[in-house]
Nanobody, 124 residues
């Protein structure tokens, strides 16, 4: 089992940057595929990015491709989401999630473990 805690959210102007962090407990972090999802008010939770256990394979939603970068440091049990050129439509609560197994999934129900979320607000 793994526990996840996100941090790094906040208020930023359009065009600005934020880096989200997700710290994981447990000794088996390096065996989990990790994902970032977000949920805006009145909308369903949506996939943002994911990364394989090794960090070699990443995948992004079209809406963030070229602006966001997911990475991980297995020595620190942490996964990151660097967000550049933020837009007002990126405003949401951002969640990190973990799943066992080597397959990267974009469906939220494929992830067994979730953090509590961190708010990102982008002003125009």
């Amino acid at each position: 089992q793994v526990q996840l805690v996100e941090s790094g959210g906040g208020l930023v102007q359009a065009g600005g940057s934020l880096r989200l962090s997700c710290a994981a407990s447990g000794r088996t972090f390096s065996t989990y595929a990790m994902g970032w999802f977000r949920q805006a008010p009145g909308k369903e939770r949506e996939f943002v990015a994911n990364i394989s256990w090794s960090g070699v394979i990443t995948y992004y939603a079209d809406s963030v491709k070229g602006r966001f970068t997911i990475s991980r440091d297995n020595a620190k049990n942490t996964v990151y989401l660097q967000m550049n050129n933020l837009k007002p439509e990126d405003t949401a609560v951002y969640y990190c999630a973990a799943r066992t197994g080597g397959i990267l999934l974009v469906e939220a129900d494929g992830y067994a473990y979730w953090g509590q979320g961190t708010q990102v607000t982008v002003s125009s």
